[in-house]
């Protein structure tokens, strides 16, 4: 401990310098900790849990193409199938086509939806408003906020793929882990739209047990296997990170990346400790003079290069703590916000990011530290400056 | 007689540069006795702060043998000889070589860091150590507060904080304008009276060499003269200084 204020001083020597690398160092790391973040977020189960019971089925060639709403009948009759229902995924815009207008609109069947997402809680209007009207809509609780609407409201949903324009009112707000979803009765596209009629996007499974979990995917395929239109069923996990797969192997992406973010505060480090280590030739062979033994001064140049780093994380954690909130926010109004639900401070991240941070502060210093120590004394002193 | 503290034995001291192998000290022979105040003198290339830094143990020779009092320096392990220097020799820089993140306090207690010493305890030693420099003063000074001959006073109070029984100094007053080379040269004399310290200085100039109580002239890596100034405190006077210094 005696040894800090040293360390410490030292490390601020060349003021300027020392502030550069550690806002060298707080950027990368920030920006670490976003891309963990999201990664775990990806991961994440916003359901608390719930979510480990459902199955998504759909046709196996892909979301675009429609499964007959007869097979409903035959899943429910599945063992360990608990509940069934549907949605159908609408499209159409809002307003106009701009991202702040995007979020997901979903033709359903509203009292199997509801019982199905027993982790929604309805926060205003009534539930049997909304199932009882055919023209209803439940809404998330933020898109209410960002629209401004109130109970009773009405809106316009255009359809594009679908052409048929929906007229809605808001008869119930909805609290989950999406918030900014929209979802109506299915039969207001149907009437609309009698061609699409008896056919689904995706059925929803809530099973009974997580044994029952496991097993029902092979069971419903199987059943469907040698049909018109055989399907695919996955856990809702599964279901969610196939959209996540379809921009490529994300996480080999953020890893890579990360890996290169390490990789770089690694060099700006190195060089810092190298730069510092150079200049101090001379002190470092006085302070051997004086007695300082290689293992000492070898702790010290290390020590001053984590607290380096160390100072780079913490700043870095300070920053992405006070940052964090208004990131997910941002991002639970955008198009992300099914992927931003799940975002959290998770502790792994931090710890990963601070881990990463003094792992390169360690080896960034141990070149540096050990030449210092190695070098003569009496060449240490001849040399000036 | 006195007790020699310092005993060099046919010290031969070589380095090689590239596949040139260069002799700096060849054979060199020497006993320095406790209490004694001696000027190393020599042209430039002669030995003298090779022999300063292997009486310091900061350097091996590369055959013979080095005694400072019971220990055998030249045959220690690193470890052994970072701990011993840290307990018996105080150095003096010709430039100071102050940590110029420290104040002039904390550069004394650095010293004092590598012993057992408790923090009042070192503040007390470091305080003194000051006291003797008459810097008391300037205790919160960094380096680049302080003149040259501050600096070199400061550097001089660290040597002796943790009071080791002997102090090499290599050309303390070479950077310093002539009246606080002589304060330093003052200030070693009294260490040297008063504290009862083994000095051995290397310098150029002859006055400094002149305030010491003998003076070893080295040339080309072997003695060529060794003089004791007449009674005990003597000194040697700068025209022998000068004289042995020109070689004549």
Redesign the interface.
Known sequence: MKFVPYVFRSLFRKKTRSILTIASIVLPFFVICVLGTLLMALDADTSGGKGMYRLVVRHKVSLGNAIPEAYRERIAQLPGVKDVTILNWFGGQYRDNRPENMFARFGCEPESLLRIFDEVTIVEGKAADWTSDRSGALVGERLMKRYGWKIGDKFVLKGDIFPINLELTVRAVFRGSDETGVYFDRKAVEEGLPLVKGQVGTFWIKAESADAAQRLPRAVDAMFENSSAPTKTETEKEFQNGFVSMLGNVKAVVTGISTAIALVILLISANTMAMAARERVTEIAVLRTLGFGKPLILTLILAESLLLSATGAFVGLGLFRIAFPVLKEGLLNSPMAGFAAGMQLFPEVLMTGVGITLLVGLVAGIVPAIRSAQRSIPDGLRQVG | MAEPLIRIENVVKQYTRDTQVLTVLDGLSLEVDKGEFVALMGPSGSGKT?LL?LI?G??RPTSGRILVGADEVSSMS??AL??????NVG?I?Q?Y?L????TAF?NVE??L??TRLS?AERKKQAETALAVVALSDRLDHYPRQLSGGQEQRVAIA?AIATDPALLVADEPTGDLDSKSGEEILVLLERLHSEFGKTIVMVTHDPKAAARAHRLVHLDKGVLKEDVRAKGEKGEIGVAAAAAIAAGK
Do not use: H
Not at chain 2, 99 to 102: E, H, N, Q, Y
């Open positions: 090779t830094n310091a900061i350097d690193e470890g970072a701990k011993w220097r840290s307990e150095f820089f430039l070589n940590v110029p993140v420290l904390e650095l010293p860091l590598l923090k660290r």
